[in-house]
């Protein structure tokens, strides 16, 4: 079992920024691959970034230039930067990891508001 716990939502201004935290119960480099996907009422869970235990990153396009995704695997941690936020970056984003057994895990959540 993987628990993950994530910090960091919260409200901010349109083209402000966030940070979004999402420590792991277990050492960084049993999981294959972190990284956060995003929910928004009656929509399907999309993804948002990854990162490899090797560093490879993954965007959306929707978020390409704007986030990024970054690892401290001293402290078992994955980090979301938020920079250029609009209002349509609204919603639920979720923490995810997928071990190198291959089990995927996810966290509670953590909402971004972003007002116009």
């Known amino acids: 079992q993987v628990q993950l716990v994530e910090s960091g939502g919260g409200l901010v201004q349109a083209g402000g920024s966030l940070r979004l935290s999402c420590a792991a119960s277990?050492?960084?480099?049993?999981?294959?691959?972190m990284g956060w996907y995003r929910q928004a009422p009656g929509k399907q869970r999309e993804l948002v970034a990854t990162?490899?235990?090797?560093?490879?990153?993954n965007y959306a396009d929707s978020v390409k230039g704007r986030f990024t995704i970054s690892r401290d695997n001293a402290k078992n941690t994955v980090y979301l930067q938020m920079n250029s936020l609009k209002p349509e970056d609204t919603t639920v984003y979720y923490c995810?990891?997928?071990?190198?057994?291959?089990?995927?895990?996810w966290g509670q959540g953590t909402q971004v508001t972003v007002s116009s």
């Open positions: 995810y990891a997928k071990t190198v057994a291959g089990n995927d895990y």
């Open positions: 277990k050492s960084i480099f049993t999981i294959n691959t």
């Open positions: 990162i490899t235990r090797g560093g490879s990153t």
